[in-house]
């Protein structure tokens, strides 16, 4: 089985980030949640990806 998907969850909520981190457990063989972050940018070891329509920060 290949290694499980790295993410970092980011929200200006913290029940949405608490959330989802909790529907994510389930999953955990497949998907590791590596960061939970409340109006932060996740750490620069970090990749992000954009959903379309979603604001993108400066810089």
Do not use: C, K
């Not at 998907?5 to 029940?15: H, P, S, W």
């Not at 608490?18 to 497949?30: D, E, I, M, V």
């Amino acid at each position: 089985m290949p290694p499980p998907v790295r993410i970092a969850l980011v929200n200006d909520y913290e029940l949405v980030v608490a959330g989802l981190a909790r529907l994510l457990t389930p999953f955990s063989a497949r998907v590791e949640v590596v960061e939970l972050d409340v109006r932060e940018m996740p750490s620069e070891h970090s990749r992000t990806f954009w959903l379309p329509g979603q604001e993108r920060a400066p810089g």
